[in-house]
């Protein structure tokens, strides 16, 4: 497993360490904000809700890692660890 910090898209200059992709051996890669997991993206592609709620922030790391909006996240079927 490997980390990186996630890169925002919006022109803000950085997350400063609040967003977070760990990417596993099977090519999964899972973004946690502020520490909590929030969405997976398997290594197909598949994108999965881990955490049922948006925030402004978290909703703008959301958008950086796999670029959906509110609607397009909260329609996500949800994942339990």
């Known amino acids: ?12 200059k950085s997350f400063y ?5 760990k990417v596993y051996d099977d090519g999964s890669e899972t973004l946690y904000s502020y520490g909590t ?12 809700k ?10 703008k790391h959301i958008k950086a890692f796999c670029g959906l909006n509110k609607a ?4 996500l079927k949800i994942e339990s660890l």
């Open 1 to 12: 497993m490997r980390t990186y910090e996630l890169k925002p898209t919006n022109g803000q």
């Open 72 to 75: 397009g996240y909260m329609e």
């Open 50 to 59: 881990i955490w049922d709620d948006w925030t402004a922030t978290t909703g």
């Open 17 to 21: 360490g609040k967003a977070i992709v």
């Open 37 to 48: 997991p929030i969405i997976r993206r398997s290594a197909d592609g598949d994108l999965l």
